[in-house]
C-alpha cells in the first residue's frame, strides 16, 4: 500500500505541474481528443461492486475539440507504465480507438478483469490519451484517467448524502452486504431513479419479512436495521 501512495503522490505533482505548461492551440485543421471529465482525483473500482461478474467494461466518454473531421479518427490510449502497478492480467486496453466522423461527442471502452490479488490488494492504473500523427492529446487534465483497482469493500459513491437521509439510511457494511444479497446490485448507477427505488423496496420489504419472521437483520451495534431506513413505501 505504501508503494500504491508513492506512485499516485507522484502522479499527483507530475500532474499539477504538466496542467500550467500545456495549453491546447486552435489551429486550423486540428483534432484533439480528450476525456469528457477533468482529472481530480483516482477513480475508485471495485468488483464488489459487480458480484458474480469476472470482467466488467468500463465506458470512458470523450469528445473532440478543434475542427471536425471528414471521416473516422484513429486515436491512442496508453498505459502510463510508471505510474501504474496494475498486473496486465488487470486489464484490457485496445490498441487504437476509433472517433466516430460526426459525432460532438463518443465512447472509449477498457475492460477490467478480476484476479485473486484484488481480494487482497488494490492496485493502480494510470492511462492517457497519447499524441499521434493524425490527432492529439486534449488539455493535460481532460487527458488522463486513474484507476484503483479491487475487490474490496467500500462505500460506493452513489450512497451519499440523500441516500443517507432520505433512502437506505446511514452506510454501513453489514447493510450494504445484505442489500447486496437481496438485489443482487452493487451499482445504483447503473440504474435509473425509479429502478433504484424499486430495489430499494425490495431490500426494505426483505428486511420487514425477516422481521416478522423473528430473525430481524441486525446492524454492527445489534440494532434494527430496518429501523435504520428512512424509505418510505
Not at 77 to 103: C, H, M, W
Not at 114 to 134: C, S
Not at 155 to 169: E, I, S, T, V
Request: one cysteine or more.
Amino acid at each position: 500500500m505504501k508503494q500504491l501512495a508513492i506512485i499516485l503522490l507522484g502522479f499527483t505533482g507530475l500532474f499539477v505541474q504538466s496542467c500550467s505548461k500545456r495549453d491546447i492551440p486552435t489551429y486550423k485543421g486540428d483534432h484533439y481528443i480528450q476525456f469528457t471529465t477533468a482529472f481530480t482525483d483516482t477513480t475508485q473500482f471495485s468488483f464488489f461492486f459487480h458480484p458474480g461478474k469476472t470482467a466488467v467494461d468500463l465506458a470512458m466518454p470523450v469528445k473532440l475539440t478543434g475542427t471536425m473531421p471528414q471521416k473516422d479518427l484513429n486515436y491512442m490510449i496508453e498505459v502510463v507504465q510508471d505510474k501504474t502497478n496494475a498486473p496486465s492480467t488487470t486489464y484490457t486496453l485496445p490498441t487504437v480507438f476509433r472517433y466516430r466522423a460526426g459525432f460532438t461527442q463518443d465512447t472509449a471502452h477498457i475492460v477490467f478483469r478480476n484476479i485473486p490479488q484484488l481480494a487482497t490488494e488494490a492496485v493502480l492504473l494510470t492511462i492517457r490519451i497519447k499524441d499521434t500523427e493524425e490527432v492529439k492529446a486534449g488539455q493535460t487534465n481532460y487527458a488522463y484517467r486513474v484507476f484503483r483497482i479491487s475487490d474490496l469493500i467500500a462505500k460506493p459513491g452513489w450512497w451519499n448524502a440523500d441516500m443517507d437521509r432520505f433512502y437506505l439510511g446511514i452506510y454501513s457494511e453489514k447493510k450494504f452486504r445484505a442489500f447486496m444479497d437481496v438485489t443482487g446490485v452493487g451499482d445504483l448507477d447503473a440504474y435509473d431513479p425509479n429502478e433504484q427505488r424499486v430495489l430499494m423496496l425490495r431490500f426494505k420489504y426483505h428486511l420487514i419479512e425477516m422481521k416478522e419472521n423473528g430473525t430481524p437483520l441486525l446492524l454492527e451495534d445489534g440494532s434494527d436495521m430496518l429501523a435504520s431506513l428512512p424509505l418510505i413505501g
